[in-house]
């Protein structure tokens, strides 16, 4: 996101002897991740929504992940909004995962949404179904609390394991014969988890019809849009839905504490709830933190696995195929 930047996501690395914590993101540095057909589980996951099967997910080519695995802790952590403006539900789809990078793809939130029907829009953005007609445009608004990055070294090729299965495939995969592409990655996968970081994100979905979309983003943009004038912008004043507080982790514990702790009254009569009360109170986010879960995937980049391959002109073949994949598959979508 640009709630991961913002929001949202990324996915904690598995590695073996690891604590519960690790298994419950369900992801490895190293792992294979087929993006023609299996991303879209990813999708789900990030809600929390998928199955607590890796394999369901990920495919298994590297024997020693964790010997090429550096984890990193995230100590600065601000403590501020994220305002985005989003003209278009593709906006903020972008918005929303623009921490989630796949190499090849310029529209990787394609590939994650693909099974999404309005309904499930509706329901893990905290929206009304209403709210997701073509007519509105939206403004979301993020608090990220990232906690760790797992990543590859980057000396990866010459410390990664492969499986032996996995290196007898990459032999068998001739240029010019696109079968044998598509077959490598049905059973190993077209990219790798290069790095990831795990924490935790809330977040607010605003929907405006246009007019009062442009006046809330001319204030903002302006040096003279007090946080005064942007609470009422963020509010039914203006805003034709107020969205839910959601988060991607601890969902009961922290909106449970949005729904008591960031209610205001409305200058038109009735309460709603704000994220942008954190703002005004700025306490609130010493509050939200212990609620706040450690584990949830925040952002995540996927490299092509071609990067293993040794034959120059093999690798090239490989790259040109999945690419040809790829970008048709998001023409598709």
């Known amino acids: 996101m640009v709630i991961i930047g913002w929001a949202f996501v990324l996915m904690a690395a598995a590695l073996q002897g690891w604590s519960s914590a690790v298994d419950a993101a ?19 996951m990030l809600f929390g929504g998928a199955p607590n099967n ?21 100590t600065n ?14 906006s903020l789809f972008d918005a929303y995962f623009n921490g989630f990078r796949v190499d090849l793809s310029e529209t990787p939130w394609k590939l994650l949404t693909a099974s999404w029907s309005r309904y499930t829009i509706s329901e893990r953005f905290g929206v009304s179904d209403m709210s997701l007609s073509p007519n509105y445009q939206f403004v979301l608004v993020s ?62 979905v605003f929907t405006y019809l246009p007019v009062f979309y442009t006046k809330f983003q001319k204030c903002f943009y302006s040096n003279y849009c007090s946080d005064t004038e942007q609470s009422v912008f963020l509010s039914p004043v203006f805003a034709e ?31 709603y709830t704000s994220l942008f009360m954190m703002k005004i109170n700025p306490r609130l986010f010493n509050e939200i933190a212990p609620l706040m879960d450690d584990q949830s ?14 034959d120059t002109v093999t690798k090239k073949w490989f790259a040109e195929v999945l690419d040809n994949h790829v970008k048709l598959r998001e023409i598709n979508l």
């Open 26 to 44: 369900n992801v490895e540095i190293g792992r294979g991740v087929d993006v023609l057909q299996r991303i879209s589980i990813i999708g789900d």
């Open 54 to 74: 890796k394999d369901m997910i990920t495919h298994d080519i590297l024997s020693n992940a964790n010997s090429i695995t550096d984890v990193v802790n995230i």
């Open 77 to 90: 952590q601000p403590k501020e909004l994220n305002i985005t403006f989003c003209p278009d539900l593709d």
């Open 143 to 204: 608090y990220t609390r990232p906690i760790k990055m797992y990543k590859t070294v980057k000396n990866l090729t010459r410390l990664a394991d492969l499986k032996s299965s996995v290196v007898e495939k990459f032999k068998s995969i001739t240029s010019d014969v696109e079968s044998k592409v598509t077959d490598f990655v049905a059973e190993y996968g077209s990219h790798y988890v290069d790095e990831y970081i795990v924490g935790d994100a809330v977040f607010q």
């Open 241 to 271: 839905y107020v969205g839910q507080v959601m988060t991607i982790g601890n969902k009961g514990e922290v909106e449970k504490w949005a729904d008591t702790n960031l209610s205001s009254k409305s200058r038109i009569g009735g309460m």
């Open 297 to 310: 995937v925040l952002e995540m980049h996927l490299k092509t696995i071609s990067i293993f391959l040794n």
